[in-house]
């Protein structure tokens, strides 16, 4: 006769039943699950109720049906634990599997485990505490011997810590460290894929993302808790800009917090455009998964999988910060029924050429509508005060009124509004400079927030000659009729050589970076 305990762990095993590798080095795909993910919250929970809630949702997703199919999952950033419940995380090259090994705190340990249960490869960000100072690194220790690091964590499918990479760019975060130099870290898979991964505000620089890129590395993985900010940088219209541009595949996670504006989950394959992609008017946890071609099999199959998005009303819901276009050269879009124009607009020496072949509705007097400016830029901003970089841009963008203060702003939910343009087809061609301190993307958005399948869209780069120093001549043309386009545009960051954002270099007095960022406040509340 069996006894009850003994039955419990029988169902237990038979309810967690480790999944088997399901793809092999000579597979054309391999499948990927990247995690959207939201929590309530809950008045007066401690630090530590907090990270088990959350650590429980994360084992209830690693243990879901939907994942069985899945080699790799990926969670976003900022959404497991807090500063007050860090971790310490082992070095990858001690190849140490943390589950059950109390060195480690329980988000690691308990990880580890599901990674070895359902043989998959997890990757989760979290808070890491590490002891200070370390060897190489000579700037001042905090008072209680610990660097806070933004830590995306790596598992094999046997719970080791492959790799780990520590957030270099940081969008304030107050009381996190940042490593003495960026960290340019990958890892191999069973599969036979090379991962890269970075987080969040570090896509907006040149190291470590690109240099991943200028290495070699196809495939990355993305945890993020973006700020998404019309006209070009809302999250799944700069994933799949920079994925399209590096031709590589992108697993995206984002964390769902649409009141900050937080959303922006998918996976992204290169010139071959999303495979899915999701942005969120509400709070959602979910797994989305999809089957993505090797970089290698340039003929593998895409199989796409569209979600639903949400009208322009209910996306007004999502918080949407606004750029600092106020400086751009632009011009009017006339409003001019049938209309062809060929427009240039240039700022100082930067210029961009237009064609449009657009429409109008009549009889526009007692409605609201969209307006369109052609815009050129080619100089500095701010992102918020934590780094600041320089843009060079060619752009047209939507206007909710006459005033230029209403560009690249919104109607609100309750505005009715008719789609009074239609854009039936765009080229822009501008010169771009070619080197590596030069990130040339395309970029567009819709009315819902959403970018435009790739297969609208034509992106053409040529060199161009008789230049003193090397240049690209950068075509982007809209080929399908949208009446529902907020921004199309090329857009392109311009580095600089010595890259310091969030390097927390010696000369300042403290080894922690202490940036307050009303954002951040917002998060830490709800969760």
């Known amino acids: 006769m069996y006894k009850p305990t003994v039955v419990f762990c029988i169902l237990l095993l038979l309810h967690v039943a480790p999944s088997k590798q399901v793809s092999t080095p000579t597979d054309p795909h391999y499948w990927a699950g990247v995690v959207e993910f939201s929590s309530d919250r809950v008045i007066d929970e401690t630090p530590e109720t907090s990270t088990a809630n959350r650590l429980a949702q994360y084992l209830n997703i690693i243990d879901s049906g939907e994942a069985n199919v899945t080699d790799v999952l990926v969670f976003p950033e900022s959404t497991l634990n ?30 580890s485990c599901a990674a070895r249960n359902r043989k998959k490869y997890i990757v989760i960000n979290l808070t890491e505490k590490a002891k200070c100072p370390d060897q190489f690194d000579t700037r001042p220790c905090s008072p209680d011997g610990l660097y806070h690091f933004n830590t995306n964590v790596a598992f094999d499918r046997e719970g080791v810590v492959v790799s780990r990479y520590r957030k270099f760019n940081l969008f304030g975060e107050a009381g996190i460290n940042t490593t003495t130099y960026p960290e340019i870290v ?50 799944a219209q700069i994933q799949q800009g920079w994925a399209f541009s590096n031709n590589a595949n992108l697993l995206a996670a984002g964390a769902s917090f649409p009141g900050v504006g937080s959303t922006g989950t998918g996976v992204y ?66 409003m001019t029924s049938n209309a062809q124009l060929e427009e240039s607009v240039c700022y100082q020496n930067h210029c961009c050429n237009f064609t449009i072949n657009y429409s109008v509705k009549p009889n526009l007097q007692n409605t609201m509508y969209y307006r369109y400016k052609l815009a050129a830029y080619d100089a500095g901003r701010t992102f918020d005060g934590f780094a600041d970089g320089q843009i060079t841009t060619c752009a047209i963008f939507a ?28 080229t822009i061609v501008a010169k771009f400079a070619d080197n590596d301190e030069t990130f040339v993307l395309p970029n567009n958005v ?46 392109a ?8 954002a969030g390097a927390n270099p010696a000369s300042l007095v403290s080894a922690l970076v202490l940036l307050v960022v009303s954002v951040a406040g917002l998060v830490k509340n709800m969760w």
């Not at 005033?403 to 765009?426: G, H, L, P």
């Not at 960051?493 to 310091?500: D, G, I, L, M, Q």
């Open 82 to 111: 807090r500063r007050e419940t860090a971790s310490f995380v082992p070095h990858p090259q001690d190849q140490i599997a943390p589950c059950n090994n109390l060195q480690y705190e329980r988000v690691v340990r308990d990880i």
């Open 493 to 500: 960051r311009k580095f600089e050589r010595h890259a310091n």
């Open 186 to 235: 990958s890892f191999e898979t069973d599969f036979g894929v090379r991962f890269g991964h970075f987080i969040c505000f570090d896509l907006m620089f040149n190291e470590p993302a690109l240099e991943l890129v200028r290495l070699g590395v196809t495939d990355f993985i993305f945890p993020t808790m973006w700020f998404s900010e019309l006209p070009f940088l809302t999250a």
């Open 269 to 334: 394959s290169g010139r071959r455009g999303a495979i899915t992609t999701v942005m969120n008017h509400e709070p959602q946890t979910k797994l989305y998964v999809a089957q993505v071609p090797k970089m290698n099999f340039p003929n593998a199959a895409v199989n796409k999988i569209p979600q639903p998005k949400g009208t322009p009303a209910q996306m007004a819901k999502l918080y949407l910060k606004r750029d600092q276009i106020d400086k751009y050269t632009t011009k009017d879009l006339p």
């Open 446 to 491: 819709d009315t819902s927030i959403v970018p435009f399948d790739v297969t609208e869209t034509d992106y053409i780069v040529v060199p161009s000659v008789g230049d003193p120093t090397p240049h690209n001549i950068v075509t982007y043309k809209l080929i399908t009729p949208r009446s529902d386009l907020f921004t199309f545009a090329i857009w």
């Open 399 to 426: 206007c909710s009124s006459a005033n230029y203060s209403d560009c690249s702003t919104r109607f609100a939910a309750d505005e009715a509004y008719d789609e009074a343009v239609t854009f039936n087809a765009i």
